[in-house]
């Protein structure tokens, strides 16, 4: 099929970028979206042009490296589905398809497709882990945990840190990823005993880091390729609000 | 945001007992609604409340614009293609847009109702309380003040069938059990709420 | 001429020896700790863990990885699960049991010492990974669920749905950010190794390219760590990531590290079968699912109906048949080879007749779908992701794909490499998995190399280094390093021949798949090696890398990647060419049973090849380490 290409170049975070027109003829419906560009990317460098730079590594919907709008959307027309996972099968012959950055002021562009998406692991590290050292664990089964609670821990703890959520939000708030990984610690007993601080130290990070504020639209658990739970986020609001309480 | 969101929705409540008065026949509601807006501006403990109320407005809007100017500025540049509406209803995204309209309206509210009664000067009715009943139907009697009304109140309808929910999450409400019945209660809330204020006017305006 | 190469394992009984190296070990004080400083490359599991429990220990580290972040190395994709020695089953597990199962597995061509190592370490690593709060799968009771995995009878694999891999990640990337929130840890995201600097013939350094401004820079430390996984990405179509490549040990081994065993690579038995040229990976089914999916072919090889259709007497359940005890949980080499074997004597199904059924229809109808959604809910949902196809309505296609990389860095009981001070863990050394890897031992190998392993080795390396003084990055050597690595970068680009590095892999991948994958022959390989130096040369006359050096440029990192991909495709086919045997994954047409299975010659062929940059791709050392068996006697693996 033919496929018309609206693609965002933009050279670096300090300039200004602008779509790009080009067209692919014997697109496959086989295909997925980023052997697709993979396609242009070769046509642009045969022509001596330089190819669009996209982040992607596992191709597989795991890593979390991928992520664009395709047509206005994070990570395109399919639910619970990451770019790489996306197939040119959901597109016509003769389509548009509008390609752009994940867009946020937390997320600045590095080039072309590619954001720097840091901000996320900094929350990580402002209290995203237990804090055990490697050498103090007690024997495994010593820490029961109920079946209902590890499947509601792995529910939350399944995100992939795409940044969808962040692009999605019209806040561009992180509430969904921050939420996430406080709200897989609060269905667990390892690290209970510094929950408030982890919580208080997340969202504090999260608000220093130029991400917005959560409203509650809820579009970040529609475009969430792990379909990762709002109720995360009202989870982390509790968790919060009683550590602020308790203070 | 939160907290005097849902102060906010409790006085809409009061505010609508209240003002459902005028939907009495007339002279008993001429009496009756005038009394009722005496004992409100004389009770001292009302009187806290309303300093309450009118710091949770200011608070509220204060929120308000501070956290959309913090959108504004984390959202960076704007997408060329955006289709992001197709994952959220558009009054949880025009919150801002909802509230501002109520705000306006606010302030003409304000200044047609609340600012004549205290500081205005008033007839009386025959009770010796002052007529504010008398105010409302002349006001309601105008169709553009009808419309502007029914605006106002859609707009704040809109506004609280996100507000009401999204309140208790941010308080953090995360029980998938209890907020499905909390979403439910706000839809009826502020339905309720809706045809409630619009009851007023139409029927004044209709029936006199 | 050749090494001399010492294994350095500890004296003792088998199951004394780790603990008397631990007696044993050199010690670095706490004070000191913190003066040394220590290059991890690599944040999957193993350069995750080993950097986070080295900076818990005091040290300096410096993580590096060409990510955007750290959580997302390939460790992230395992799926189906990690081997402990819990008995949590009590179904006859122990450590020695694990041991040699894993020595099995690997068709006794691995070293003993470090394979008991492994499974002697494993438990403690789900003691870690539990408090880390990596939700693994419970029972109602609360406590942790195992469940049996590829080619062993007990059941000893923890896992947490089908994302083991990321869990575990997470609990090591996560261990990693609080270091790197103390400042204990360095995190140098989007950057690649691109050489090893050596001083005196110790590792002091690596020189890195920042890939999001093309300036290349300088680091040194006391010790260098890499982790940095498999190559298995070398045959283009592959289960591994787009980034995975050998460039960080390939252009180690060619600052004088041996490189054991390369061409051991793991064919996985299930994965999805490519379906067009432009196809850039395959991507893994959980090889989970062979616990209720039964795999077969149409015995004709005509057929054309659809495989609902296809009457049960018409169907051939090859693993079934073939292997009676194990049947379709029979070792991934074995699953795969059988597949091939299929394939071509033509009963492939597809529309490129390169896959095989894999058919849940029968445990649809034992347990209910609720019970396989279950289980493989994710994965079926992927899979019609993929493929656009429902396999509860119809079987999965299924076929071989490359995945995991034997081979590596050769290095010692402590896992350094002859580079003095240059370490290897994780998939990025050679040691413990002989010539196949059992599964859900990567994920192991990985953690236990990085928490429980290095630790301690590393520290009894550094205990000498302490007087030294901290490594100067305007050192002659970094000089050095540096100008080849700039002057290698602008001959890419100013080559502006017309293929692209991706072609060009393209090409590379279908010639080792072909002649040095399944299945080698020594006409094959003749070839092959014949076919990678054409290619090789027209790389270096034909390549095009648009763009700038000084500047973001994927297509330049491919071609670095590509380029020691050229050199490491050869070793690759001598490796295989020189080893006249078949075992585990090393399957030589020449050697074979009358009934096709691996032929060992324990005899001539009991070694690890630790193989010597000459200075030409061409013209590999042979080094050998000889493989002494103690406490097993290898036999012949016996599926059936």
């Keep these: 099929m033919k496929i ?42 045969k022509s001596g042009e330089r190819p669009v730079e996209f982040d992607h590594d596992c191709r597989e919907g795991i890593c979390g490296q991928c992520g664009v709008m395709i047509n206005g959307i994070a990570h395109g027309p399919l639910k619970n589905t990451t770019t790489c996972q996306l197939h040119m099968r959901s597109f016509k012959d003769g389509d548009t398809i509008y390609i752009e950055p994940f867009k946020a002021k937390a997320f600045p562009v590095i080039r072309d497709l590619k954001v720097d998406r840091t901000g996320f692991d900094d929350i990580i590290a402002a209290g995203g882990y237990v804090s055990v050292n490697t050498g103090q664990a007690p024997e495994a089964n010593s820490i029961p945990v109920t079946h209902n609670e590890a499947e509601a821990a792995f529910d939350s703890a399944a995100c992939i840190g795409c940044g969808a959520c962040v692009a999605t939000c019209k806040n561009a708030s992180a509430a969904l990823f921050t939420s996430a990984k406080i709200s897989q610690f609060t269905h667990l007993p390892q690290g209970k005993k510094e929950s408030a601080k982890r919580t208080v130290d997340m969202v504090n990070r999260m608000e220093e880091l ?38 | 945001m939160a907290l005097t969101g849902l102060f906010l ?25 005038n009394l009722y807006s005496h004992f409100l501006s004389g009770n001292i403990l009302i009187k806290i409340v309303s300093y309450v109320l009118y710091a949770s407005i200011l608070l509220h809007t204060i929120d308000a614009i501070y956290l959309s100017t913090k959108a504004k500025k984390a959202s960076g540049e704007t997408y060329v293609k955006d289709k992001r509406n197709r994952a959220s209803k558009w009054y949880s995204r025009q919150m801002m847009l909802l509230g501002t309209i109520v705000f306006a309206f606010l302030v003409i509210h304000f200044k047609d109702f609340w600012y004549p009664y205290k500081f205005g000067s008033i007839e009386t009715d025959i009770n010796g309380n002052k007529d504010l009943y008398s105010l409302v139907v002349v006001s309601f009697q105008e169709l553009w003040y009808v419309i502007l009304y029914a605006v106002a109140i859609l707009a704040l309808g809109f506004h609280l069938l996100h507000g009401f929910f999204s309140a208790f999450r941010s308080v953090g409400l995360y029980h998938p059990y209890y907020t499905k019945i909390v979403k439910t209660i706000g839809i009826g809330f502020a339905v309720l709420m809706t045809f409630g204020y619009l009851i007023i006017p139409f029927y004044i305006f209709l029936k006199l | 001429m050749t090494k001399e190469i010492h294994a350095n394992i500890p004296e003792g009984d088998l199951k004394d020896k780790w603990s008397n190296y631990k007696a044993k070990a050199k010690l670095v004080n706490p004070n000191n700790r913190k003066k040394l400083e220590v290059i991890v490359v690599g944040t999957g599991l193993a350069g995750a863990s080993a950097a986070a429990s080295l900076a818990e220990m005091g040290y300096k580290v410096k993580s590096f990885c060409f990510q955007d972040s750290p959580r997302r190395a390939h460790s992230v994709a395992a799926q189906g699960g990690v081997n402990a020695m819990k008995n949590y089953k009590n ?3 122990s450590v020695f049991r694990m041991f040699y199962d894993t020595l099995k597995g690997g068709d006794f061509r691995s070293r003993e010492a470090n394979t008991y190592r492994l499974a002697e370490c494993s438990a403690s690593l789900i003691d870690q990974a539990v408090a880390q709060g990596v939700p693994f799968g419970r029972e109602y ?69 920042n890939l999001d401004t093309g300036e290349i820079e300088r680091h040194g430390a006391h010790a260098v760590i890499l982790a940095t996984g498999g190559f298995g990405k070398i045959y283009y179509l592959s289960t591994l990531a787009m980034g995975c490549n050998a460039s960080a040990i390939w252009r180690a081994h060619k600052k004088g590290a041996l490189m054991a065993n390369p061409s051991w690579t793991q064919i996985h038995p299930t994965s999805l ?22 795999i077969w072919v149409p015995q004709d090889k005509n057929e054309t109906r659809k495989p609902k259709d296809i009457p049960e007497e018409e169907r051939d359940y090859y693993l079934e048949r073939k292997y009676p005890a194990f049947g379709n949980l029979a070792p991934r080499d074995i699953a795969s080879r059988s597949a091939k074997e299929q394939i071509d004597a033509g009963k492939g199904i597809g529309a490129l007749k390169n896959a095989v059924y894999l058919d849940f229809s029968h445990a649809i109808k034992e347990y209910g779908q609720d019970v396989i959604e279950e289980r493989y809910g994710n994965l079926f949902t992927m899979y019609e992701k993929i ?21 590596g860095l050769w290095v010692d009981y402590d896992l350094m490499t002859t580079t003095p001070g240059l370490f290897a863990i994780g998939e990025a050394n050679f040691s413990d998995h002989g010539a196949n890897r059992l599964g859900a031992n990567s994920l ?35 000089d050095e390093a540096e100008k080849q690595v700039k002057s290698q970068l602008e001959k890419f680009v100013n080559l502006k021949g017309n293929k692209t590095a991706e072609e060009f892999h393209r090409e590379l991948g279908k010639i080792l798949y072909d002649k040095c994958g399944l299945s080698r022959s020594e006409d094959g390989l003749k070839k092959a090696i014949t076919d990678i130096q054409n290619l090789r040369e027209e790389f270096h006359e034909n390549l095009l890398v648009p763009g700038d050096v000084e500047d973001i440029n994927s297509e330049l990192e491919k071609a670095g990647r590509v380029s020691d991909y050229f050199e490491l495709a050869e070793l690759m086919c001598i490796d295989a060419l020189r080893r006249e045997e078949s075992c585990g994954a090393h399957f030589r047409e020449e050697f074979q049973t009358e009934e096709g299975e691996a032929m060992r010659n324990d005899a001539e062929y009991s070694y690890s090849a630790a193989w010597e940059w000459s200075g030409q791709a061409s013209e590999p050392i042979l080094n050998k380490e000889p493989l002494k068996f103690e406490y097993v006697k290898p036999t012949q693996r016996n599926y059936k």
């Design chain 1, 210 to 247: 130029d991400f917005g504020h959560c409203t509650n639209t809820e579009a970040c658990q529609i475009e969430c390729p792990q379909d990762i739970s709002v109720l995360n986020i009202a989870k982390m609001n509790f968790e919060y609000n009683k550590a602020k309480l308790k203070k």
């Design chain 3, 387 to 407: 493929t656009g196809i429902n396999a509860y309505k119809e079987p999965m296609k299924i076929s071989p794909s490359a995945h995991f990389s034997m081979g």
């Design chain 3, 444 to 478: 192991l190998q990985a953690c236990v190399d990085g928490y429980y392993i290095a630790p301690y080795t590393l520290q009894n390396y550094l205990a000498d280094e302490i007087q030294v003084a901290k490594t100067d990055v305007n050192h002659p050597a970094f």
């Design chain 3, 273 to 294: 079968p490519q379906s067009g040229e432009y196809q850039s990976k395959l991507t893994l089914m959980s090889e989970s699912l062979r616990n209720d999916g039964r």
């Design chain 3, 91 to 93: 179904d006859g597990d």
């Design chain 1, 4 to 45: 018309y290409l609206k693609i965002w170049r933009q050279k670096n975070k300090d300039t200004k970028g602008q779509l790009e027109d080009h067209t692919l003829d014997n697109v496959s419906a086989e295909m997925s979206f980023l052997e697709m560009l993979d396609m242009l990317n070769l046509k642009l460098a």
């Design chain 3, 141 to 209: 009771s609360g406590y942790l669920r195992n469940r049996s995995f590829g080619g062993v009878q007990v059941s000893r694999t923890f896992y947490a749905r089908g994302q083991t891999g990321q869990q575990l990640l997470l609990g090591s990337y996560q261990a990693l950010m609080r270091q790197k929130e103390t400042g204990q840890v360095k995190l140098y995201a989007r950057h690649e190794m691109l050489d090893l600097v050596t001083i005196d013939g110790k590792a002091k350094g690596i020189i890195a390219r």
């Design chain 2, 9 to 33: 929705c409790f006085f809409l409540i009061i505010h609508l007992l209240g003002n459902l008065q005028l939907l009495l026949p007339k002279e008993e509601a001429q009496l009756q609604y």
